[in-house]
Structures are given as C-alpha cells and as structure tokens.
C-alpha cells in the first residue's frame, strides 16, 4: 500500500516507527543519498528539496491516483490521519500534537543536524571551535524543553503517546554524539527510556541497518566524495522543457 523511499537515518526512522505502531505494510524503496540517489529526475519529481523520507500511497483515501508526501512531518500526520491513531483530531489534542510536531522539524531536527555536523567536522575547515559550542548549547537548550515538558506529563502532547513522541525520538539517540549528558534531564531520560523499550520503536529504528555503511571506515577519497556531495550542495539550475 505505502513506499517509502528512505535511508537509515533519524528523519527516515521517525516514519517507519510509525509505520511499526500502526502495523501497516510497507516497502522501502532505499534512497543512497552518499551515492546520490536524491538528485536523480524521478525523486526531484517527488520532492524537489531532494531529502529523504518520501512516502508514496497507491491507495489514497479518495480512491485517486497514488499520492506522494514529503518532509516527514507532513509524512507523519499523513499516516496518523488516514489511519486514525497517535493524532487526535479534537481541537485541542490536535493543536497539542501539531505544536510538538512542529517544533520538532522546525527546531531539534535541524539544530541536531547542525550540532552533529560540526561535531564530526573536526578542524577540517579550519578552527570549529564556535559552530561546536553555538549548536552543542542550543542542542542542551533543547533537551531541556523536553525535560521541561516531560517533568509536567508522561508524553510531549499530553497523557498520550502520539507522533509528536514519535518524530522527537530517532534524534535523541544520538545524545552523547551531541555532546549531552541523559542524567542531566531526567525526565526526558523516563521518557527515552520508555520509548526505547518499546518494541514498534526497536523495528522502526533497525529498518535499513542493512543498508547503512560506516562512512569513517570507507577510503579517504571515497569519504572526500561523500562530504562535497552533502556538504557542498548549491542550487539546481533550472531545466529546459
Ligand atoms: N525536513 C526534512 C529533512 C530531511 C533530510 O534532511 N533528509 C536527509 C537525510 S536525514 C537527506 O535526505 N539528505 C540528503 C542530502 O543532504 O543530500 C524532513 O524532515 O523530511
């Protein structure tokens, strides 16, 4: 019923996480983006910001042509509401979920991403020094806003666990590649904890193992190609019709 084009990396997990709570079927159709798969005609067609999870249904509701999603949060509330569950659809449950969800890709995933990047950078673009210490302190901001919200309730949208849960988690496993200490916030390390035990989370997060390399084991120069090829993107130009 669902394709979902993907790579094993925490945006992709969010997803098949949820894809394991539901129970639904699934195929993932791998996306290398170290080979750049992303960039190739018929992805763009799909999402034109060239990032994976993308998530294509051959049976929408409407009973129309397959419908393609991406940006994942927009993946997430896609299943949720066509399925009916993590999401509540009251005004108020909705809004909960939807401000967590939100905040989620608008603010921990792309200051992890950012956090991450400078951390494994090392001094090869010269000295990191600040970028290492701007985003490694609005990453523990950041995980104080959790372990804020889960000192007052068990889930991030309320008494209920939800995909707002679900989108936050795949990029908390990586707390101490953040430079993070999980006994400083022990309210989001119940919460983790929690998370990590259960067992959709354990198959949504081990989805595409397989797949992944580890890239400080490849030669050199095939590392070099990897970096230029997601570390130095610029525009498309536009293609003539
Ligand atoms: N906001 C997007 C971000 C997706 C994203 O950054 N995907 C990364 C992998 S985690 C990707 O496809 N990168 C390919 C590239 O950088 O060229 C979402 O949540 O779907």
Known sequence: MFDLHYWPTPNGKKVTILLEECGLEYKVVPVNIQ????????????????????LVDHKPKDGGAPISVFESGAIMMYIAEK???????????????????????????????ECGHFRRLGDREGDQ???VRRFSDE??????????????????????????????????VGWQAQGQDIDEFPYFKRWFEELAARPAVKKGMAVGSDLSTDVTKLPPEEQARIRKLLYNQRAIPVKAA
């Open 139 to 172: 990453a523990n901001r950041l995980y104080g806003v959790l372990n804020n919200r889960l000192h007052q309730q068990p889930y991030l949208a309320g008494n209920e666990y939800s995909i707002a849960d679900m989108i936050a988690y795949p990029w908390t």
């Open 35 to 54: 080979r750049g798969d992303q960039f190739s005609d018929a992805f763009l067609k799909m999402n034109p910001n060239h990032r994976m999870p993308v």
């Open 83 to 113: 399925v009916g569950r993590f999401w509540p659809q009251d005004v108020r449950g909705k809004y909960a979920v939807t401000e967590w969800l939100i905040w989620q890709m608008a603010n921990q995933g792309p200051k992890l991403g």
């Open 129 to 131: 020094s600040y970028a």
